[in-house]
């Protein structure tokens, strides 16, 4: 497993293969660094089957758009759920096959209602996206998110996983590149709060709109098409 960064968004993009038939996936890859990507995944002799969106994002465009142009044959993956554009749709219990591999699709909604995290047991982790976070979690004031849904996802499903699943995100804004389900039940600020409490902070964080929203959102609802 290969895991990248988007320094502008600070978005972290993952690249899992098969080792025997060397089929792969990327998660939440960018349009900005989605040459890098193809790149890798040539080097690498990988055969790239899907790229897999968490989420439609509103910090960055995707990169599926791009790398479809680079491997024609790969499907880009999105929640039904989401509204958006996908070659494949997937809901809660389905799986994404690559090779010998495959990652559970676990419905996350809360910091949108398409937000979805990829489970793979075999290897004990799970990409979260921007549902949950290091230490933190996604907002919930836009995009239709709602505090409570949030807070759900993560306490019945992430948080039900084994202490020691990692847990890889979709950012970071201090370097971090990954925790456990153990570490965030015990340490993160927002979660080891009750679900009222935790609604009041989502509710009082007043941030300022992601920077790329007015680009991202309309571009991401359409697969990466700009």
């Known amino acids: 497993m290969l895991q990248m960064i988007e320094f502008a968004s600070s978005t972290y993009t993952y690249i899992l293969g098969c080792a025997a038939t060397r089929k792969a996936v990327i998660i939440d890859p960018v349009l900005e660094t989605a040459h890098r990507d193809a790149q890798i995944i040539r080097e690498l002799d990988l055969d790239l089957l899907y790229g897999l969106n968490t989420h439609v994002h509103a910090d960055h465009v995707t990169g599926t758009a791009v790398l479809k142009t680079a491997f024609p044959s790969m499907k880009s993956v999105l929640a039904a759920s989401s509204g958006g554009k996908a070659d494949l749709h997937v809901k809660e219990g389905d799986k994404i096959k690559f090779g010998h591999e495959h990652l559970d699709v676990l419905a996350t909604p809360g910091h ?14 799970v990409f979260t996206g921007d549902s949950l976070l290091i230490r933190g979690c996604g907002r919930t004031d836009f995009q239709q998110g709602n505090p409570r849904t949030l807070y759900r996802s993560i306490s019945d499903k992430i948080f039900t996983l084994p202490d020691d699943y990692i847990v890889y995100v979709g950012h ?51 697969d990466g098409e700009i």
């Open 112 to 125: 949108t209602d398409g937000c979805i995290s990829y489970v793979s047991n075999a290897h004990r982790m």
């Open 172 to 222: 970071n804004y201090e370097g971090i590149l990954q925790s456990s389900v153990g570490e965030e039940k015990k340490y993160n600020p927002r979660l080891t709060k009750s679900e009222d409490e935790f609604v009041k902070i989502m509710k009082e964080l007043n941030l300022d709109y992601p920077k790329q929203i007015e680009r991202a959102l309309p571009a991401n609802l359409k």
